[in-house]
């Protein structure tokens, strides 16, 4: 039959690199895509940040005043999205009366920084839905929340929140 002709156009050695290159191409976004887990990698102090973050959503979801009483520092304020102020005894004022209840509080994307071991600022987002005043809500809010360690625990002593779309 004859000899095969080769209708490839370019060169033997060129397709051998071009395959390379994706091999190398693959390879290399695999270990970017590791290196950056393991660069977010959490220290055990952050993870009990995050943590105390967690268990502050709780203490809304339960409707738990005590539990909110030892999670906010005295002089804690909320900035809200309009620009209201809200204090402590507002946010333990507002769980006690039954206005709110909470279906859903939780905290996702969160990343926490810290400021020597006493000081922690976490950045997230929090997605609340139940009902005021009998009327249903469904929202999801940026959060920056700065916590302070005091006596031994974290508390939470300014937050600020803006709404985005979900």
């Given at each position: ?47 009990e940040v995050l943590q105390f973050e967690r268990e502050a959503c709780k203490a809304f979801l339960d409707a738990d005043a005590a539990a909110l ?98």
């Open positions: 039959m004859g000899d095969k002709l080769d209708l490839r156009t370019e060169p033997v050695s060129r397709l051998n690199v071009s395959k390379y290159n994706m091999k190398t191409a693959t390879l290399v976004a695999f270990v970017a895509v590791l290196a950056c887990r393991f660069s977010l990698a959490q220290t055990p102090t952050e993870q009483e030892r999670v906010l520092t005295p002089e804690f304020t909320l900035t809200l999205s309009n620009g209201e102020v809200s204090t402590r005894a507002d946010e333990i004022n507002e769980l006690r009366s039954g206005k709110v209840h909470y279906e859903v509080f939780e905290n996702y994307d969160m990343l926490a920084r810290l400021y020597g071991n006493d000081t922690a600022v976490v950045l997230g987002k929090t997605r609340v839905k139940g009902t005021a005043n009998g009327k249903p809500f469904d929202r999801v809010v940026q959060f920056t929340d700065t916590l302070i360690k005091r006596d031994g625990r974290w508390q939470l002593a300014a937050g600020h929140v803006s709404r985005i779309e979900k």
